[in-house]
């Protein structure tokens, strides 16, 4: 099984609906991260959160929100989705259960979304 | 602020020639970590290698090499006797270590590499 997985894979949405993103992560990882990838722009980050209590801003939070429910899980919303949103998304986890360097982050499949 | 410049957007070459990706960044931090991940065309990132900042030995793994330069802060990348499933894009990435580097990584827009039977 996957370490890292998103649901859904893909996904095609109205203009002005609420979507959520999910992503679960079975690595025992305390940080978690949401990218999304446009073509030409490589990956852009949307926020992270360090743990349960701890979400921060990325480059580009303006229109998403984040929800941290359990270490393993890290939910991306998109309240009022809009075409421009239309792109490539990826949930990354760090960390290592035993500490070390956070570094290294693992991505899971990806989620493409489509607003039309 | 950081940033990551990868200039070719896209390269082609022919099978089993050598290739090297180029990538250039900025940082202000003394520790830092450098990635390169490869996106195939099935669309998932791979891990391919981290770097830090203290650590310029040039590594080899297979036909992959890397070559980090701190006086001209790059860190290339190149493919030697490229092969078909070498294809895909590659994107080179950045991150400190000021708070343990959990503020995510700052990546290059991508190189395309398409290599030709």
């Known amino acids: 099984d996957a ?23 079975t690595k025992g990882h305390d940080r978690m991260y949401w990218y999304r990838q446009d073509p030409g722009l490589g990956l852009r980050l949307i926020y ?4 349960v209590k701890d979400i921060n801003k990325g480059e580009i939070s303006d229109g998403y929100s984040v929800s941290r429910q359990a270490q393993a899980k890290f939910s991306l919303s998109l309240e009022s989705a809009i075409p421009n949103q239309t792109a490539l998304y990826f949930c990354a986890t760090s960390g290592t259960p035993a500490g070390g360097p956070h570094n290294e982050q693992f991505f899971g499949p990806g989620t493409r979304l489509t607003v039309l | 602020a950081q940033k990551v410049t990868q200039a070719q957007t896209e390269i082609s070459v022919v099978e089993k020639e050598d290739v090297t990706l180029d990538c250039v960044y900025e940082t202000r931090d003394t520790t830092y970590y450098l990635f390169w991940y490869k996106q195939p065309p099935s669309g998932e990132l791979v891990f391919l290698i981290r770097r830090n900042s203290f650590d310029e ?18 860190f290339n990348f190149t493919i030697t006797a490229s092969q078909v499933v070498d294809s895909a894009v590659y994107f080179c990435a950045l991150s400190d270590d000021s708070g343990g580097g959990a503020d995510g990584l700052t990546f290059g827009k991508g190189t395309h590499l398409i290599i030709q039977p």
């Open chain 1, 3 to 25: 370490d890292v997985t998103q649901t859904p894979r893909n996904r095609i949405t109205k203009t002005g609906k609420r979507i959520m993103l999910e992503c679960s992560q």
């Open chain 1, 48 to 51: 992270y959160s360090f743990d």
């Open chain 2, 57 to 74: 030995q040039n590594e080899i793994s297979g036909r992959y090499s890397w070559n980090f330069q701190k006086s001209t802060s790059s």
